[in-house]
Structures are given as structure tokens and as C-alpha cells.
């Protein structure tokens, strides 16, 4: 009796290992996993219509946006108390691209440039 | 320091969560447009005066003006065989593919009118009837379909005259409700080949399947009813002023470029329509983002090699929008893609347009659902379109569009004045300005044209002495199924049928041919003289 009571308390070794990760570090992971899914997606779809330029830009942007994600999940583990090094620095260069990178896509206006084929309703 | 991965990981998940929650609008739609109600709009757009109809057009003898007016008289046609065997440009399978293409299909034209059942059917419902009628047009090929209530006053929906300038006579109380449906249009890609290749055939292809499925969807659906003995009437893109009438239904907005983008297929469809009397309940107009998403972008606007298209919105007879100033957008379609391919096929601002990425894929499904719910989502996916397809040379159009707006301004130089003040006009303003360009600047001048769909080719087609060879213009003697024989010009200029009419007649587009129904009198000289202008016998002729 003793000996099935232990048994079906057992966790596996890879039960053990997700439920030791962290809840922050669970939500970061999944907002990443949604990041690359949506990227890749948009990705493969540029090469898919025939655009492969659109395809090469996309592949920039998913490292611009995905990759540091993963960087902070796996590779960044400062100390707790140690003081602010490198990755702490490269860290804030992350989210400041993202944010002038976003600003950029947001706020940046839309004009009636003039086109290198002429400015339509400018000239002739 | 305290757990500096906590901070920089939960700091990444807010981030994120909060773009993805700007961009998709979730929980909450951001930056939905002003609904106007009937007396003060169509949906997102505001009119005066309740001026709904001149969100597109006049009537139809002006766009059949549009479309076909201002032709240079023309010089024998020649026959299919002459298309393939002696046209200067293009190459034998390019010409081949083209000429050939049935557009539309008259069969189902004839369909469009017709006597109505005097024992009206039992009807089960509103809502069924209007369910069942959409299932139907969907199984027939529509791919959207939505119903417009066209009010006590449908006439002002509706054409005033047919093609010929003919009055119709519409009647209020038999088209009280639109059936429209949509139905997808493929992109053809760019630029044209001048040869056997997957782009000339694509294009013709698609175009004359569309044509056939205008037809087929609005004629089907409109006998249908009409055996149940209620009015109906289809229309493909004549007589009914189609795009206003589709955002009557709920089946988009219109765009910069003038033209319906749904949120689904965006400028790729086209409508017909079929109105009615049977009762049916109404959709209603829809924001999909379209108006903001237009105001933001201005691809359009850039790559039209007629600068047709408006920069900025203003109250054009009645309704507030960019107005396409359609003289212009004329004068882009005469002087052609490229001077050696038939100058019909323009349709830049459509093939620019980030709307007309196709469906197919859901990457595309989810950027035109994400536009539709937020204004966050609209600035950054219309920045994101220049950077994916590039601002200056989207598609790798830009060759193309410097050779054209070239040859567009010398058009310009040798006399066309310009009636860009006018919305819609006669296209071509002097015919002599046309014959001076055709003749010193690409010497040997009008020589003859391809009949019906290449309107407004400036280049000369055919060689003088191709022109003067016997069989040029006529058929060969051949022998149908029935073993007789069917002179032709090997026998002899008594024997020779002379042109093959019905043959040209397949290069027309649905449009033109709208005036087959029977309201139009057989033999009637108004319309035999319409046809004789473009080459053709009027088909109620006698012995046709």
C-alpha cells in the first residue's frame, strides 16, 4: 500500500524541470513563441507570393524583433546584486530599438512626397 | 540589485502584450470611422444634398464614353488569323492568347431581362428567402454577397440611359432591393510579357472568366426570381452604379483609387448586381478601416502614370472622396501599358494597392482583420507595406511606369489639352492631336486597330502591305462538321464573307454588349450606327 502511495506521487524528471521554471519566465516564453510564430508566418508568406525581397526584409525584422527574446530567455542570467555589466546595457539597446522602431512605424507621418516619377499633381 | 532577469523578462512580455494589443485592437477596437446615416452618408462617406449616386459616375453614356469614346476612325480590323499572322507587335502566342478570350457571355446577358411568372410563389420568410438567395449566389461563384435596400427612390442608383443613349426605364417599385455579389479577380502579374508566357495568359484568362462569372452569377440569379414572379433585373457593370450600391450592401469601402476594397480580396472582385422587388432583409454599410487606411497610404496616387488619382479628399458631385479624375485615367489607358501591348491593360493602382495581396495566405487575412480593428495596426502595416514591397518600385514596377509617364507627357506636347477640370469627358479632345502623335512621332500612324478591346491603341498594327494582301481581313474556306463548305476569300471576292463580326465581337468587353437586351429594338439606327463605329454589326440586325 505504502510502496503504489509513492509511486503515484513520483513526478517525472522533465514534469520537474516546467514546473521549476519560473511564472514570468513561462509568460516571456510564450509571448516569444507567439512573436516567432507570427514573424516566420509572415516570413515564409513573403517567399511564398513570390516576393523574395519581401522575404529578406521580413527575415531582418524577425531578428530585430525575435531574436533578443530568445537572448533574454536563455542567455541573459545576471547575478542577483552583481552590478551592471554588458548584457545589462545590451539589454536596454534591445527594448530602445524596439521603441524608435515602433515610433517610427507609428508616428512617422504620411506625406505627398514628390516620387521620383514626379510628383502627380505638381507637375504638367 | 533584486532579480534583474524577472524585471527585463516581464518587461519583454508587457511590451510585446501591449503592441499585440494595439495592433489587433483587442479588447478594444481602436480609431473607428463615423457611420453616417442615409440622409448624411454611405457608410463612412459624407454627401450633400443626398447626392449618394455620384460616388461613382454619372450615368452610362458617359462611362461608355469613358471606355470607348474618342477613337481615331479605324482601318480594317482584320480577322483573328491577321491578329496572329501580320500584327507588328506582341508575338503570335501573345496575340493568339488574347484575341481569342470570349469576354462576358451573352447567353446569360439575355438573361438579365425577361417576363416574370404572373403566379407568384409562396414565399416561406424574409430571412429565408434572403439566406436562400445568397446560398445560391455563392454556389453559382460569388464569393461575398450582400443586400443593399435601395430605397423608395432606387432610380438614383440606377443608369438614366443605356450605352447608346437610349432613356431607361426603370421602374421604383420593381428594384427596391440589390443583390450583390462579388466575386475574386486575381492580380495579373507585371509587367505584361510580350510573348508565350504564364502573365499574358493569366491576364486574358482571368479577365474573360470574370467577365463570364459577371454574367453568369447576376443572369442566373435574376431568371431564378423571376420564376418565382417577383422583378428582378441583373446588371454585370452597366446600368447600376455598382460600387456605391456594394457599400450599400456592407461589402466594403471605396478606396483612394476609386475602387471597392472588401476586407477579404480588397480591390481583386468584381460586382454584379441583380434588382429586385422580392422582399429581403438589408445589410448594412461597413468601417473595414478603408477610408483611414487610404488617407494614410498613397500608393495609388504615386504610381499612376496619369496622375488620375487625387491627393486629397474633396466633395465630388455630392459625396466626400477622393475623386479619380477619369480623363486622365483615360489617357493613361490609350497610351498603354508599354506601346507594344494592348492598351487596355493598365490597372496600376490596383496591382500597388496593399489590399490586393492575395487571400490565399493568412498572413495577409490577419494584416487586413488587424487594419480593420486598429488605427495603430493601419499606420504601421501601411509603413511596413513600403519596406516588405518597396515605396519607389513596388512589384518592380518602376521601369514601367517611367517609360509610360514618358510617353504620357509626349502625348501631352503634340496637343492634348488637358480637361482635367471636368470629371468626366469625351477622353480624347482632338483628334488631330492623336493623328499628329501617331504620324511624327511614331511614323506610319493609324494603320488599322485591333477591334474592340484594344481601345485607344496609339501604334500601328499592321504593316501597309500586310494590310493589302488578299486574305487579310477575311476568313479561308473551311468545311463545318456537316461536310459543307464555307467559302472563303480563296474563292474568289463573290465567295468571301468579308469580316467575321461574331468573331470580333468575342473581344468586346460584357459591357459594350449590354444593350442585347430586349429593350432595345432590332435593327435600331442608333445602335447599329454604336457598333458600326467599333467594328461591329448590331447584333438585333436582321440575319445577324
Known sequence: MEMAEKEMTTVPGWAQKLFAISWYTWFAGITEAALLLVFLLVTYTQFAQGEPRAGWVMILLTIVVAAPGIWMLFGYRPQIGSKLGLPDYALFLCFAIWVVLFGYLMFWGFQLYSGPYGSPHLTN | ?544
Not at chain 2, 416574370?116 to 414565399?123: D, T, Y
Not at chain 2, 514591397?389 to 501631352?412: G, P, V
Request: with cysteine; proline share 6%.
Open chain 2, 1 to 544: 540589485m533584486k532579480d534583474r532577469r524577472k524585471y527585463a523578462l516581464l518587461g519583454f512580455f508587457v511590451w510585446w502584450t501591449l503592441i499585440g494589443a494595439l495592433m489587433t485592437g483587442i479588447p478594444f477596437r481602436i480609431g473607428t470611422a463615423t457611420m453616417y446615416p442615409p440622409e448624411k452618408g454611405l457608410g463612412t462617406i459624407p454627401y450633400k444634398d443626398l447626392n449618394i449616386a455620384n460616388l461613382q459616375r454619372e450615368n452610362y453614356n458617359d462611362f461608355a464614353s469613358f471606355a470607348f469614346g474618342g477613337h481615331p476612325k479605324r482601318g480594317p480590323y482584320g480577322t483573328t488569323f491577321d491578329m496572329v499572322n501580320y500584327r507588328k507587335s506582341g508575338g503570335p502566342f501573345a496575340n493568339a492568347s488574347w484575341n481569342t478570350m470570349a469576354f462576358g457571355s451573352g447567353d446569360f446577358i439575355r438573361k438579365f431581362y425577361g417576363p416574370v411568372n404572373p403566379h407568384k410563389v409562396k414565399l416561406p420568410g424574409n430571412e429565408q428567402v434572403t439566406q436562400y438567395l445568397k446560398e445560391l449566389a455563392k454556389q453559382l461563384g460569388a464569393a461575398a454577397v450582400g443586400i443593399a435596400d435601395l430605397g423608395p427612390d432606387p432610380l438614383k442608383w440606377l443608369m438614366s440611359t443605356d450605352w447608346t443613349g437610349r432613356p431607361l426605364h426603370f421602374k421604383p417599385e420593381e428594384n427596391r432591393y440589390a443583390i450583390v455579389a462579388v466575386h475574386i479577380e486575381e492580380l495579373a502579374d507585371h509587367p505584361f510579357s510580350k510573348d508565350m508566357s504564364r502573365s499574358t495568359l493569366r491576364y486574358y484568362t482571368k479577365v474573360s472568366q470574370n467577365y463570364f462569372y459577371d454574367d453568369y452569377i447576376a443572369g442566373q440569379l435574376a431568371s431564378y426570381i423571376r420564376s418565382l414572379g417577383y422583378n428582378a433585373i441583373g446588371h454585370n457593370n452597366g446600368y447600376v452604379r455598382s460600387i456605391p450600391v456594394a457599400m450599400l450592401a456592407g461589402l466594403g469601402e471605396v478606396g483612394r483609387n476609386g475602387l471597392l476594397l472588401t476586407e477579404k480580396w480588397g480591390p481583386n472582385v468584381r460586382i454584379n448586381t441583380v434588382t429586385t422587388d422580392i422582399p429581403l432583409i438589408p445589410d448594412k454599410p461597413v468601417d473595414i478601416g478603408i477610408q483611414s487606411v487610404c488617407g494614410m497610404c498613397s500608393k495609388c496616387y504615386d504610381y499612376c502614370p496619369g496622375r488620375a488619382v487625387a491627393a486629397e479628399k474633396a466633395y465630388g458631385y455630392g459625396a466626400l472622396k477622393w475623386n479619380v479624375n477619369n480623363w486622365r485615367c483615360r489617357q493613361a489607358i490609350q497610351i498603354g501599358m508599354d506601346k507594344d501591348i494592348d492598351a487596355s491593360t493598365c490597372t496600376l493602382c490596383r496591382d500597388v494597392c496593399p489590399f490586393s495581396k492575395s487571400e490565399e495566405f493568412s498572413a495577409n487575412r490577419m494584416g487586413r482583420w488587424m487594419v480593420s480593428r486598429s488605427w495603430v495596426a493601419r499606420k504601421v502595416l501601411v509603413k511596413l507595406d513600403d519596406w516588405l514591397y518597396s515605396k519607389w518600385n513596388k512589384h518592380d514596377l518602376k521601369e514601367l511606369i517611367t517609360e509610360r509617364r514618358a510617353r504620357f507627357k509626349e502625348s501631352q506636347k503634340v496637343g492634348y489639352v488637358d480637361k482635367s477640370d471636368l470629371w468626366m469627358t469625351q477622353g480624347l479632345s482632338s483628334e488631330e492631336a492623336r493623328h499628329k502623335y501617331a504620324t511624327e512621332i511614331y511614323p506610319g500612324g493609324w494603320k488599322g486597330g485591333a477591334g474592340g478591346a484594344a481601345f485607344g491603341d496609339l501604334f500601328p498594327l499592321y504593316a501597309e502591305a500586310d494590310m493589302k494582301r488578299p486574305e487579310f481581313g477575311k476568313w479561308p474556306t473551311w468545311y463545318d462538321i456537316w461536310g459543307r463548305k464555307i467559302p472563303g476569300y480563296q474563292d474568289g471576292e463573290k465567295g468571301a464573307p468579308g469580316l467575321d463580326f461574331a468573331a470580333v465581337e468575342k473581344v468586346v468587353p460584357t459591357v459594350a454588349l449590354s444593350g442585347y437586351g430586349p429593350i432595345v429594338p432590332p435593327g435600331d439606327p442608333i445602335v447599329s450606327q454604336r457598333y458600326h463605329a467599333y467594328g461591329l454589326l448590331d447584333p438585333m440586325t436582321p440575319g445577324y
